[in-house]
């Protein structure tokens, strides 16, 4: 066989359902076998969309996405895609063509060292010199990704080895001696938390978005109603928690809720499942939770004691864990006045806008939370318009929320709406945009419209690079640096590909502009102008203490 | 403070540089780094001297490093028996007058004088870090014109 159909052979045993990519030079020999095969292919119409979608396909569901490019500058577009899906720990397969084996090194023609460019955004990276190793490498690949703390692995596959021939083996075991992630707690450390846990008085967990990749979100609830603990989580882990739930506090940090914030803050003990205690969710770090104990459960032993002082850490798999933890809880904790405390807290500060007869943007996202009952899958883009999502849509289920929180890139949302939408045909599928951001990757319009990869685009259109509007309002007095963005008709422009475009310019056109949208079987943009200088809060000035809150106590 | 451990990794191409980006990266110094092969092909060892401020970042290290696919096993010595040994050579001031002195000096550390032609001399010398510092404040009173070090090399007891 030769190395392009060994690839594709894989890549049908691994289970891979869909590919997004784009060919060129170096990868023909690729695209000629996948001529012949019926793994579905998605052509993109940029690299960066392909990588994005594959990272859309894989959060919505937990399989492995796939992408696929050219060498050189195919390759090199892909890289934000792939940073992206690192940072979030997202499981990707992302193949790329290389020039010839022999011509590596000689600045070829579309010859990017592209293993070396990104090394430190790849859980793991191969180069292929000889056809014989590939199916094992495909096979590490996958199983890399997949396992311990995921991520996206990189395999580069020289022209050459594609055409060269060998017999193959499908190899049964993937045995690396370096890489043995560890999946159960340790019983001792079990021990520890759950008397902790017994103990504490006024516990906060705190979740993040390994509970979302481990499953373990069934276990989480469990866990909080059986020691009624108040549940904060990261923007990672919405949905890993009921939003809904008397005992959700929804998201914390910067943008968090008021209540989420002094709840951690007040916290005697924090149990953090599957989180990292990011900067944006700590706040000032010598001032974060400083009477709390910290149990600390993550897979990824690095993740523990990296930014906070642990005292019980627990490595391994969340939903083991947080399984073993609930076993040991024999006595559950009184904490009624601890809850009360918080209950008087979500009273005093409550989310909130002023609401008005102009169109609010978090309006507009409370509007699609109750057209779809929570049940859609709502990707977001970055800035005001994605702490909006987080704050005014109410995630019910893993996986309805698919944003980049790690790396915060823009124009993410749009591509990550189709990849889930190829993934999960029948739900709806929702990107909560910005005017900014959506420009970014908007050539994907016409992967939608040709592919009938039917996803509704919100754009909060409020003129402005809104969140960097917000900060240069706030600590830049107000002036406006490059921060208003020119964007095209979105209504035209939709219809040019083909796609619907609805305009929204009143109050009370969003609600049937929303339903029209999620009843037309067809891609549709929504361009809702809403209020232009409209902030984000509560907010928590960067290198504040998380209860520094400014706006939203009120 | 300094600290040495070793790495056991994958030989194959492309570890060094994970190794040294994850350094980079991360913003972790390294004083000194020595790799080769083991007597198993397949495995290379390195020996890594950091520099840490605390524990906490030492720990990180070996957690980062832990984390690397191609990362077989690390070994921290910091609180392990172990011996360490590093080899110079450097080139000094020769004189016939002081041939003597220089000779002297191997009484006491281990090395030797491999060649000396007009003004200069070679000289090879193996030691540990007290070894060695001790040495070289000794050669630069006939001053050192060129040195050369191969990084400190370590092994468990
Ligand atoms: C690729 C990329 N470039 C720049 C930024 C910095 N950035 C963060 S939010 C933002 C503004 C986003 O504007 P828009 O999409 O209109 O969203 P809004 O904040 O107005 O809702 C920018 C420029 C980023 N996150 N990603
Ligand atoms: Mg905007």
Redesign the pocket.
Known sequence: MTGAKILVECLKREGVGAIFGYPGGVVLPIFDELYDSDIKFILTRHEQGAAHAADGYSRATGKIGVCLATSGPGATNLV?GIATAYMDSIPMVAITGQVKTFLIGSDAFQEADITGVTRPVTKHNFLVKDVKDLALIIREAFFIASTGRPGPVLIDLPVDVQQAETEFVWPEDVQIRGYKPTYFGHPGQIKKAARLISQAKQPVIYAGGGVITSGAHRELKELAEKIKAPVAMTLMGLGGFPGTHELSLGMLGMHGTAYANHAIMGADLIIAVGARFDDRVTGRLDAFAPHAKIVHIDIDPASISKNVKVEVPVVGDAKNILGQLIEEIKKAPDISAWLKTVEDWRKRHPLHYKDNDKIK?QYVVEQIYDLTKGDAIITT??????M?AAQWYKYLHPRSLISSGGL????FGFPAAMGAKVACPDKTVIDI??????Q?NIQELATCVCNKINVKVAI?N?G???????WQELFYKRRYSQVC?YAPDFVKLAESYGAVGILVTRKEEVRPAIERALSVDNTVFMDFRVEPEENVFPMVPAGKAINEIIGGLA | MRHTISVLVENKFGVLARIAGLFSARGYNIASLAVSETMDPEISYMTIVVEAEDVKVLEQIKKQLNKLIDVITVTDFTKKEHIDREMILAKVNYSAKEKVKLEGLFDKYVGKIIKAKGDTAIIEAVGDQGQIKALLDQLDKFGVKELVRTGRLAIAE
Do not use: K
């Open positions: 934000t943007p883009e970055v800035g005001q318009n994605q909006w915060g890139t823009m124009g945009a910005g005017d900014g951001s959506i970014m909060l409020n402005y690079l809104g969140m960097v509007r917000q963005i």
